[in-house]
């Protein structure tokens, strides 16, 4: 695969590097992406369980819902673009990734500086008294859990629609933003805000913003470079290349 010299050029004298990322660098682990065709939303729109209200209006159905997404999670492996992520630290000064995926799949890669802007499904909290408890201290149980502790109703820690995100992950996503020479942009339809911000963020502030997608998206317009093509297939092209020039 060829790339452009400007693109060589940005890689060759970059300190720092920041991947943005959503549920399209997981589809290759067999995760479904959110709005593809084969989408785990498939038999529900997003906003109907992936919300405060759905939960509360029907906690079962919601937590099996993760329940089922944490089964594939679990039987899912990192693949070839999370561990291109992962060897590309040896490069650079500094990697940052900025994941939107609440599949734990960054970490389980080896990458040091994750950013998990819409929390993380193996994570879960009590709504009454916020004690947090791991995904394993409830398995497999298909009713939504209560509190040990309060007896509240325990949910997943992960930014449903209409909620916040936490506001220091954020605030560390966008300082990555600000600083990083390059950004790539990785398996997301750059729809979902206020995490679709930043590679506004890090394109505004001068890095050159590399797409990686199978598809045009909504930031492809905005991007210095569009890499189409599988990501587990793209990013370890580009590591090869790397090593030619760094
Ligand atoms: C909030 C966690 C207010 C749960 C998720 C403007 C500003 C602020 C908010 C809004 C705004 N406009 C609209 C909003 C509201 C809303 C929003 O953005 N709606 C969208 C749908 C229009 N945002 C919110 O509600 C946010 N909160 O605004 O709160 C507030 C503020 C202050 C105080 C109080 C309240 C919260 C949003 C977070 C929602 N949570 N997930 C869970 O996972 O269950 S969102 C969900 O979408 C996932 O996190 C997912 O990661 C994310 C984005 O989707 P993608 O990752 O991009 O996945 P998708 O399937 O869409 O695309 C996959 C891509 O991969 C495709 O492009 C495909 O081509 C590509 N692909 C596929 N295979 C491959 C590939 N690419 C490469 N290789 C492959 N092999
Ligand atoms: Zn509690």
């Known amino acids: 695969m060829e790339f452009p010299a400007e693109f060589l050029n940005a890689l060759k004298n970059a300190e720092s590097v920041l991947f943005f990322t959503g549920a399209g660098i997981s589809a290759e682990s067999?995760?479904?992406?959110?709005?593809?065709?084969?989408?785990l939303w498939k038999n529900y729109?997003?906003?109907?369980?992936?919300?405060?209200n759905a939960f509360l209006e029907n906690p079962d159905r919601v937590w099996e819902w993760y329940e089922f997404r944490r089964g594939i999670v679990r039987?899912?492996?990192?693949?070839?673009?999370h561990l291109a992520?992962?060897?590309?630290?040896?490069?650079?000064?500094?990697?940052?990734v900025v994941t939107q995926n609440v599949d734990d799949l960054h970490n389980r890669a080896g990458s040091r500086?994750?950013?998990?802007?819409h929390g993380n499904i193996e994570k879960n909290f009590c709504l009454r008294c916020g004690?947090?408890?791991d995904a394993k201290e409830?398995?497999?149980?298909?009713?939504?859990?209560?509190?040990?502790g309060c007896g509240g109703l325990v949910r997943p820690a992960v930014v449903w629609f209409g909620e916040a995100l936490p506001a220091d992950v954020m605030k560390s996503a966008e300082e990555a933003a600000k600083q990083c020479d390059v950004c790539f942009v990785v398996g997301t339809s750059a729809v979902v805000?206020?995490?679709?911000?930043i590679p506004f963020k890090a394109k505004s502030s001068g890095a050159f913003v590399v797409e990686v997608n199978i598809q045009p998206t909504e930031f492809t317009p905005y991007a210095n470079l569009s890499l189409t093509g599988k990501a587990g297939e793209i990013l370890p092209e580009v590591l090869r290349k790397l090593k030619e020039v760094r």
């Open 30 to 39: 067999g995760v479904p992406t959110f709005r593809g065709k084969e989408g």
């Open 193 to 197: 805000y206020p995490a679709a911000y």
């Open 113 to 117: 500086e994750v950013y998990e802007l």
């Open 85 to 96: 992520i992962v060897e590309f630290e040896k490069y650079f000064r500094e990697v940052v």
């Open 131 to 133: 004690k947090r408890y």
């Open 75 to 81: 039987k899912a492996k990192p693949n070839a673009a």
């Open 45 to 52: 729109r997003p906003e109907e369980l992936a919300t405060l």
């Open 138 to 148: 409830f398995n497999d149980s298909e009713h939504a859990p209560h509190c040990p």
